[in-house]
């Protein structure tokens, strides 16, 4: 059975142009996967909770040595964890927040990077100390800048902290497939915008293998 995780992070609604990809990227793959589940995670307008003391402690203490109130403080983490495993393919929509992700994401990468479940560390290792070990899936990032040349080989390749960061993030969970679609100049209004949101959709089409219904 496919399982399609979309995480929205974008506090705004309609007018989300991350909201809006996402969006056409869910009904293309509605239409390849009738039978598959979607669920919905919705951290612009419901932000999780930032990790606290407690939440550390508890995290690194054994799970069969933990009290009853550790086990309370996971409760959300649990659940966040269990969505990431239980899922085939992750839409993630993520506009750029000076100049890397909303706080929102960040807050809940912290919740489900967890040693034991998601990652484990294997020192010394080559290229990285992380193992991930969520497998067999794959992420799609919809990246919306209201700028423009973040894009490697762009004039402002160097302040891009959006994009590499979430695939360093993704690949030390174990996810290896990331497919990146980008929208820029979403600040300027003009024929560059309209330009960069045609590729964009053009994108999305491509990466599942076709159009979707046309807006």
């Known amino acids: 059975m496919e399982n399609l995780l979309v995480i929205n992070t974008s506090p705004q609604g ?9 969006e056409r990227f869910i009904r293309l793959w509605r239409h390849k996967h009738p039978s598959g589940n979607i669920l919905y995670r919705e951290l ?20 069969e040595a933990r009290s009853q ?6 409760a959300l983490s649990d659940e966040l964890v269990k969505e990431l495993q239980d899922a085939t393919t992750i839409l993630i929509g993520c506009p750029m927040h000076n100049l890397s992700i909303p706080s929102t994401l960040k807050a809940y990468i912290d919740q489900v990077v967890r040693m034991g479940l998601t990652t ?21 990032i919809m990246l919306v800048r209201g700028g423009y040349g973040y894009d490697k080989g762009g ?17 030390m969970m174990g996810i290896t497939q990331v497919e990146t679609v980008t929208l820029e100049y979403a600040a300027s209004n003009d024929g560059r915008f309209d330009c960069s949101l045609e590729r964009a959709k053009a994108r999305i089409d491509a990466v599942l293998g076709g159009p979707a219904h046309k807006k």
């Open 44 to 63: 612009g307008n419901q932000p999780v909770p930032h990790i606290t003391e407690q939440w550390i402690n508890a995290a690194f203490t054994p799970g």
């Open 14 to 22: 309609s007018a989300s142009y991350s909201r809006q990809m996402t």
């Open 120 to 140: 484990t560390l294997v020192p010394d290792r080559p290229h990285s100390p992380y193992v991930g070990l969520l497998e067999n899936k794959k992420a799609y």
């Open 69 to 74: 109130a550790e086990r309370d403080v996971l």
């Open 155 to 171: 004039c402002y390749s160097q302040m891009n902290f959006q994009e590499p960061y979430l695939a360093a993030v993704l690949n």
